[in-house]
């Protein structure tokens, strides 16, 4: 497993907001498998997202409803082999709240170990609705 040191704190632009990045693990998703096939594969990680998303609602699992198509579809390809979470905040609060605090939001996705997961993450939060993604994190006193 590879993690970001806190001292390379990189920002990105989702949509309109800027953002930065707090925390980067890239794990090998198949890693304790001793046997199975991509299509199984594919359902249990499926079934591990979902339930991950209902624990954290401000979750964004990029090509979520491809994974879903591939898994009706029976597709019998290996999903890449590295899974990536990160997680990014920004001092950017929706207007109706008055509190003090930042809004994070939680990202996964699928790669292979050839593609860099910083380029990789830009690509995937330019187009973003941070406003409709994030969630508001009030100050704790």
């Known amino acids: 497993m590879t993690q970001m040191r806190s001292d390379e704190l990189r920002s990105y632009q989702v949509g309109p907001v800027h953002a930065e990045l707090r925390a980067l693990t890239v794990s090998d998703d198949r890693e304790g498998m001793l046997e199975g096939t991509p299509h199984l594969h594919r359902r249990f990680r499926l079934m591990g997202i979902e339930k991950a998303m209902a624990a954290t609602p401000h979750l964004y699992v990029h090509d979520l409803d491809k994974l879903r198509a591939d898994t009706e579809g029976r597709v019998e390809e290996w999903l890449p082999r590295e899974a ?9 609060k929706p207007e109706d709240i008055a509190e003090p605090g930042h809004t994070a939001l ?20 330019r187009p973003l609705d ?12």
């Open 84 to 92: 990536v979470h990160a997680r990014l905040t920004s001092w950017w």
């Open 106 to 125: 939680s990202l996964m996705w699928f790669q292979t170990a050839a593609q860099d997961p910083f380029a990789h993450l830009a690509t995937i939060v």
């Open 130 to 141: 941070w406003a409709s993604l994030a969630r508001f994190i009030p100050f704790e006193d």
